[in-house]
């Protein structure tokens, strides 16, 4: 009996290796092209350390004309959760994510090196178990959890390195007639990596992100097909990377230390290893110490949170690169009116460690994102968002003629206003110009310089009587204000009320205040011609009106 005897034994179905490296054959793609993908496990909510691990892959995929793929990682059954991967499938396409090859939903992928979801792979990773145990460089293990328990006792009590490797592997020294004994008599196992590694050897590593790394060798022989036939990450994501022709595995940090052990896993299957890049997790300063952002404590660490605060996922994709390369900052600066897919990331400048999330900086970037839509735009973003969270303002937004006009108010111009962080902000933001909002409510009237009831309700009628006109360009509208201003008594000219101290108790200014409070309560608004535009004579007439009832005037 050999080793040979032994795989057939136990996995006398499993194919030759050589089927699976016929089927996927070697890509062909051009000098420098990265091919990377995004592994998920469907075990929780989407994190932003993932989306952001997608991002970068996809973007360095894109840049080198490679590939993005999308995999999904569900050999541990027992952690996966209820649409665990159609959510993360939604959340990648919500934010431009999709990939080009991979899982495109719970059921459907596309690409040629599928499966791409590993519990649907299973005789694969058993060929190349089957192949590695045909070598002497895997093996049966009959540990029993017990057994498995009290090792990890002794362990602990001579205060060693825990787990299964050395002397504690006693699985790995029965004969190859031994095992397949224990086999045939039904005794239950797993099977094991047989490393050829030892502790006190180093290995250096040159991680595209965190640079040259040293480690000890792995010398653990770790599970890699468990009791229910499927793989562990380890060895699965080794057998996948390999058969999908991955370049660069882009992934988060907590797996550099596995490192070792991945390598050595490529190496003895006889596999050329990927580069690899360690992304740094994005902390959260949490009353001056750094921690990583926890989907228990911080709501911005999931996903759907941005979804649900309405943050455009434009400024989410945008703000993440910013945190990604430290360059962005001055290239945005440079190139204010590019798209980012223009910007050419690189993983060797991304931090060691990992970067503080800003959520004032990611609003102000939504604000400049956001003012470059047009007004159509934004309409439509704030009227799906709104459908979704907001019941009042999507009635709001029925209106749409109004609505578009609303929007387009100062915007589509060479400095738009900055006024919109999130979609979230939008019925706050514009609810003073719908009439039935405005004109049924109480209204607060933050009057300034000119604040006598009397005065007011005189600017006010003066205005419409002889002064408003509809069709008046923005010179003429305001050069009427001069005049109003003048008839008042007050100078029509603010340089004159300096020039003049004493003279005149108020100045244009102050009328035209009186003008914008009546109209919307608010003494700080986008611009009061197109304002009135938007509303026209009959909202503006009833506006005063209700200014002039009012007796809570501040
Ligand atoms: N399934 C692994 C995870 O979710 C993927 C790690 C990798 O990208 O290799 O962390």
């Not at 400049?368 to 009227?383: D, G, L, N, P, R």
């Not at 709001?396 to 006009?405: D, G, R, V």
């Not at 205005?463 to 069709?471: G, H, L, P, T």
Request: aromatic share 12%; hydrophobic share 30%; with cysteine.
């Amino acid at each position: 009996m050999d080793y040979k005897d032994l795989a057939n034994l136990i996995f006398p179905k499993a194919k030759e290796i050589s089927y699976y490296e016929e089927k996927y054959p070697r890509r062909d793609l051009k000098e420098g092209a990265i091919v990377t993908r995004y592994a998920p496990s469907p075990t929780g909510v989407m994190h932003i350390g993932g989306l952001y691990q997608a991002l970068i892959a996809k973007k360095m995929a894109r840049q080198t004309e490679g590939v993005f793929f999308v995999r999904i990682e569900d050999t541990d059954q027992k952690r996966e959760i209820k649409n665990g991967t159609s959510e993360i499938l939604t959340s990648l396409k919500h934010f431009g994510l999709e990939p080009d090859e991979g899982m495109i939903s719970d059921i459907e992928e596309k690409g040629k090196y599928g499966p791409y979801k590993q519990s649907q792979r299973k005789e694969i990773y058993q060929a190349y178990a089957k192949y590695l145990i045909e070598q002497g460089k895997a093996y049966p293990c009959f540990c029993t959890t017990e057994e498995l328990g009290s090792i990890r006792k002794k362990q602990e009590e001579a205060k060693i390195r825990p787990g299964y490797y050395g002397i504690w592997a006693k699985c790995r020294n029965y004969t190859v007639e031994q095992m397949a004994e224990k086999i045939k008599n039904g005794e239950q196992y797993i099977i094991r990596f047989k490393s050829p590694g030892r502790e006190d050897k180093k290995i250096k590593h040159k991680d595209v992100i965190k640079g040259n790394v040293e480690f000890p060798e792995n010398d653990q022989d770790i599970v890699i097909i468990k009791a229910d036939g499927l793989p562990t990450y380890h060895f699965a994501h080794i057998v996948d990377d390999h058969l999908m022709g991955t370049t660069h595995v882009i992934r988060g940090d907590e797996w550099l230390s596995s490192v070792p052990l991945h390598l050595q896993l490529f190496y003895e299957l006889g596999f050329k290893a990927p580069k690899y890049a360690h992304i740094a997790p994005i902390m959260k300063n949490d009353n001056g110490n750094k921690r990583k952002l926890s989907k228990r404590k911080d709501p911005e660490a999931a996903v759907n949170y941005y979804e649900k605060e309405g943050i455009s996922e434009k400024a989410v994709e945008e703000y993440l690169l910013n945190i990604a390369n430290s360059t962005f900052e001055n290239w945005r600066r440079a190139n204010a009116d590019r798209d980012i897919t223009e910007f050419e990331l690189h993983l060797n400048k991304m931090g060691v460690s990992g970067a503080l999330f800003d959520m004032v900086k990611l609003l102000d970037v939504g604000k400049t994102v956001i003012s470059k839509f047009t007004a159509k735009e934004v309409y439509e973003e704030a009227f799906n968002w709104a459908k979704k969270y907001d019941k009042e303002l999507e009635k709001m937004l029925q209106n749409k003629e109004l609505s578009l006009k609303i929007f387009g108010i100062e915007r589509e111009n060479k400095k738009p206003r900055k006024d919109i962080a999130k979609w979230s902000e939008v019925k706050e933001n514009i609810e003073y110009m719908y009439d039935e909002h405005f004109l049924e409510k109480e209204q607060e009237y933050p009057y300034q310089v000119i604040n006598k009831k009397e005065d007011i309700n005189k600017i006010l009628s003066l205005y419409m009587e002889k002064y408003y006109d509809e069709k008046d360009d923005k010179q003429t509208w305001f050069n009427k204000i001069k005049y109003l201003a003048e008839e008042m008594g007050y100078a029509k000219e603010v340089k004159e009320f300096k020039e003049n101290p004493g003279k005149y108790k108020a100045h244009v200014g102050d009328v035209s205040t009186v003008l914008r409070v009546a109209l919307t309560s608010k003494t700080n608004t986008p611009d009061m011609y197109e304002i009135m535009q938007v509303l026209g004579k009959d909202s503006i007439k009833k506006r005063f009106e209700k200014a002039k009832s009012e007796r809570n005037h501040i």
